[in-house]
Nanobody, 124 residues
């Protein structure tokens, strides 16, 4: 079974930047649609960004458009989320999600493979 591992979370001040990485096990990464979600305790998990396996479709949540960027690192078999101009409202646990041979979808139920999450905290 494909496994996902997020890294790169941490504490940053308002206006700062972080780069999250999602590493996929094995060598099937290229066939997967990849997405980032985030969740605040007590609230629902929401879509942040995603791209299909060949990069032909990329989606962003309105709340992060222009600040966040999703990209693929073919050499390292990762999908990264560059987060700039961070705000306290971005504080959440960020999860990587994947679905094989799928198109990009903002719906949580469209993804069946999930990482464990990485904490991002933005101080005011």
């Amino acid at each position: 079974q494909v496994q996902l591992l997020e890294s790169g979370g941490g504490l940053v001040q308002t206006g700062g930047s972080l780069r999250l990485s999602c590493a996929a096990s094995g060598r099937l990464f290229g066939t997967y649609t990849m997405a980032w979600f985030r969740q605040v305790p007590g609230k629902e998990r929401t879509f942040v960004a995603g791209r299909n396996w060949d990069g032909r479709r990329i989606l962003y949540a309105d709340s992060v458009k222009g600040r966040f960027s999703i990209s693929r690192n073919n050499a390292n078999n990762t999908v990264d989320l560059q987060m700039n101009s961070l705000k306290p409202e971005d504080t959440a646990v960020y999860y990587c999600a994947a679905e094989r041979f799928s198109v990009v979808d903002m719906r949580e139920r469209s993804y069946t493979i999930w990482g464990q999450g990485t904490q991002v905290t933005v101080s005011s």
